[in-house]
């Protein structure tokens, strides 16, 4: 069990949706554009490797934050990367949390450098970033909730009801499902190359 099942409790599922971008290919490492190949260079060996849930997990992520420009923020992977999540060492945490607390489309992450966490304010394809106690400073999670806990404009009035609601039922944000968050990301417009390749 990760260190994220831990914590929210939940059971990894990797069953994809019916109707879900599984039926696509994943892009392989030479399939993949130039300047996606430059901005993933750190990455190469999970992108050459033969796990597609894997692989999906590092390009949907990869195509979310530069959609948002917050890929300059990921460094070197971390070895728990997997099941949706992409654990990697931030080269400017306090960079990171203040790019974030900027902006009006993420909640602003916690001020203790031990437990933080941060969402975007989307009903769909939510970025949302973690930090655990325990793990060294520099470690950060990134993944994508299918169904975000928060809509812009309205987080403050039903914050506490989709609180419990998210804790009744751990597995409601579906990161883990990577061919149903691309179906989404595709949905959304973005990067279809880095996402289904050329």
């Known amino acids: ?13 990797a069953a994809p949706e019916a109707g879900s971008s599984q039926r696509l290919a994943v892009p392989r490492w030479a399939e993949l554009l130039a300047v996606h190949q430059a901005a993933l260079r750190r990455w190469q060996e999970v992108l050459t490797g033969p796990d597609d849930s894997l692989r999906l997990t590092v390009l949907t992520l990869y ?50 450098p031990k437990d933080w966490s941060c969402r975007e304010l989307r009903k769909r394809g939510s970025l949302h970033f973690k930090h655990f106690s325990g793990w060294t400073d520099e470690v950060v999670q990134a993944h994508i909730d299918k169904e975000g806990l928060y809509l812009k404009g309205w987080r403050n009035l039903f914050l506490p009801i989709q609180a419990v609601l998210h804790l009744l039922d751990a597995r409601a944000n579906g990161y883990t499902d990577v061919f149903g968050i691309r179906d989404i990301l595709l949905a959304q417009g973005l990067d279809p190359v880095a996402l289904r390749g050329r």
Do not use: I, N, Y
Not at 3 to 9: Q, S, V, Y
């Open 63 to 112: 195509v979310k934050l530069e959609h948002l420009g917050l890929w300059g923020f990921v460094g070197e992977p971390v070895e728990s990367t997997g099941g949706g999540r992409l654990e990697f060492r931030c080269p400017d945490v306090p960079g990171l949390k203040q790019a974030l607390r900027m902006r009006e489309d993420f909640t602003s992450p916690e001020d203790s």
């Open 1 to 13: 069990m990760s260190t994220d099942d831990k914590h929210t409790g939940t059971t990894p599922t």
